[in-house]
């Protein structure tokens, strides 16, 4: 069974910083490609960042401040999330994607952590 459970979420205010967990199990954790979404309140879930094949991506809104890794001996992914900005408020979630052979894909998703960003 496929789990993706989020932790680390809070109240933090701008400027200031955390650090995002993901715990998966039920899957091949090396091989999937891990991402973080997020989606605030009246608008649509966006990429954050995303971890696979050796590469890594962030979105344009993100990038020099936050940082993501992975464990693969712990199965846990992460997200440091540094100079932190009232619009980074959200719920933030952690996806797992992978594929088999021929082509099957697998997409799974944690139930999310809330962080918010406000003095």
């Known amino acids: 069974q496929v789990q993706l459970v989020e932790s680390g979420g809070g109240l933090v205010q701008p400027g200031g910083s955390l650090r995002l967990s993901c715990a998966a199990s039920?899957?091949?954790?090396?091989?999937?490609?891990m991402s973080w979404y997020r989606q605030a309140p009246g608008k649509e879930r966006e990429l954050v960042a995303s971890?696979?094949?050796?590469?890594?991506n962030y979105a344009d809104s993100v990038k020099g401040r936050f940082t993501i890794s992975r464990d693969n001996a712990k199965n846990t992914f992460y997200l440091q999330m540094n100079s932190l900005k009232p619009e980074d408020t959200a719920v933030y979630y952690c996806?797992?994607?992978?594929?088999?052979?021929?082509?099957?894909?697998?997409?799974?998703w944690g139930q999310g952590t809330q962080v918010t960003v406000s003095s």
């Open positions: 996806k797992a994607h992978w594929r088999t052979w021929p082509g099957t894909q697998y997409d799974y």
């Open positions: 971890s696979g094949g050796g590469s890594k």
């Open positions: 039920g899957f091949t954790f090396s091989s999937a490609v």
